[in-house]
């Protein structure tokens, strides 16, 4: 399994959950799997997904489509801010 973890700006967090709520296609169109949503505490228009997919090509390929860039656009980003393609080594509990 692959992860994508991208930081992004958005105009509204309310406006672009609500968009990214409406839209589960997307995702599961691009094989998205599983997603967390986390938001900074010091600036609320910073918002990080980290989302789940079977590889990183599959990850790759929905942060390029225009399907994603248009959902974007509706729901209210404001930039990409950061990307990072990620495979887990190692997990536990504590």
């Known amino acids: ?48 997904v980290c989302a789940e997919f079977p590889n990183a090509e599959t990850a790759k390929k929905m942060l390029e489509s225009e399907e994603l860039k248009e959902a974007n656009q509706h729901s209210g980003v404001l930039e990409m801010l950061d990307m990072h393609f990620v495979e887990r080594v190692d997990a536990a509990e504590v």
């Open 1 to 48: 399994m692959a992860f994508v973890i991208g930081a992004i700006r958005v105009k509204d967090f309310a406006e672009w959950k609500r968009g990214f709520d409406e839209n589960p296609g997307v995702r599961q169109r691009a094989g998205m799997k599983a997603y967390q949503i986390f938001q900074s505490v010091d600036d609320p228009s910073v918002v990080v």
